[in-house]
Structure formats: C-alpha cells, structure tokens
C-alpha cells in the first residue's frame, strides 16, 4: 500500500524541481511505494515561514490526509539549525503528525550538483562552501545552457541528477544518507 508524503520547502518554486526527483528515487531504495506532493498551500515563502510553528499547523490542517511530512531546508550555515528542526518534529509528534525534518549541509542545490557526471569541482571545497548555489550552482546551470529554464534549470538538471540518486547520497552523506535512514526508519 503506498502512503502519502507532502514534502515542505522554504520555496517550492525552485526547490520542488530537485527534491520531488530525489526523494522519488530515494522511496524507491527503500521499498516505496509513496505518493509524493509538494506543499504548495499555504504558500509559505522563507525559511522563517517554514520554521514557525503556526504556519506548520496551516499545512497540517489543510493536509489531514497525508502520512507523512517531509520538511527540507537548506541550513544557510546555522549551525543551530537542526535544534529548531529537532524541536518541530518534536511538536508534531506531540499533536499526532508524522514529521521528519533535514537541513541540507548547506544548501539543497548541492544534493543537484552531487548527482552531476560532468560537475568537475572539488567536492571537499564545494561541502565546504558558504555559498554553494551562487559559487558552484548558478555557474554550473548557465555552463550548461539552461539556467533560463524552468527553476533557473533545477527542473532539468533535478532529473538528470537523480537519476544517480546513489552518487548523491555517498556524496552527501550528513544530509541525504541521514533522510534516507529516518524514511526507512519511519516506514518500518
């Protein structure tokens, strides 16, 4: 039976078009079956939107009929950013919701990048990185000719890159690897 996930980001606009395709490829390495939505009511525009509590409980009640939610956001290097995000699974645990919420290490076009054949920088220095979407990102979208696409070139590349969904999670194992463990563990 397959079960029902609503995926919330910071902006659905952009993020949708690599994490829809990503987390579609990592169901199916864990034995799916799932039904993947994109939270796009409430528009919820920010990470100070996504990270507020009254806001999460808008997506909750206009979405009683998923089975879990997946809150993702970049880190944007706040270090204390997984605390509010531990706190928020933890509020919706306490109201009866199924949340799992990760940060990517930096930002979510690193797990696009991590997914990339030809992407050729040093992937230490891109993890490393303080700024990974406007250094490595944008660069590498317009290298490629399709940053005036839809999502500045994240629908097509997003695609492209999950299809090695395995690349991206040996490369970015402090984020995606960890997501992939907490779905399975959910699941079971």
Not at 138 to 164: C, D, T
Request: hydrophobic share 40%; glycine share 6%; proline share 4%.
């Amino acid at each position: 039976m397959s079960f029902r996930v609503l995926v919330i980001l910071e902006d659905y606009r952009k993020d949708r078009y690599m994490v829809e395709p990503i987390l579609e490829k990592m169901m199916d390495e864990i034995g799916g079956p799932a039904k993947i939505q994109i939270c796009m009511k409430p528009h919820l525009t920010g990470v100070s939107q996504v990270l507020t509590w009254a806001r999460l409980e808008e997506v909750f009640d206009l979405h009683k009929m998923v089975d879990l939610f997946v809150l993702a956001v970049d880190r944007d290097a706040e270090e204390g950013r997984v605390i509010r995000l531990t706190e928020l699974e933890k509020q919706a645990k306490e109201s009866g919701r199924n949340l799992i919420a990760e940060n990517a290490w930096q930002e979510i076009e690193v797990w696009l990048l991590a997914g990339m054949k030809d992407f050729n920088a040093t992937w230490s220095e891109v993890r490393e990185s303080r700024d990974p979407k406007e250094q490595y990102y944008i660069p590498y979208a317009q290298g490629r000719k399709v940053f005036s696409g839809p999502g500045e070139g994240r629908k097509i590349l997003g695609r492209e890159a999950a299809s090695n969904y395995r690349r991206i999670r040996s490369k970015c194992p402090e984020d995606v690897e960890r997501l992939e463990q907490r779905l399975k563990a959910w699941k079971q």
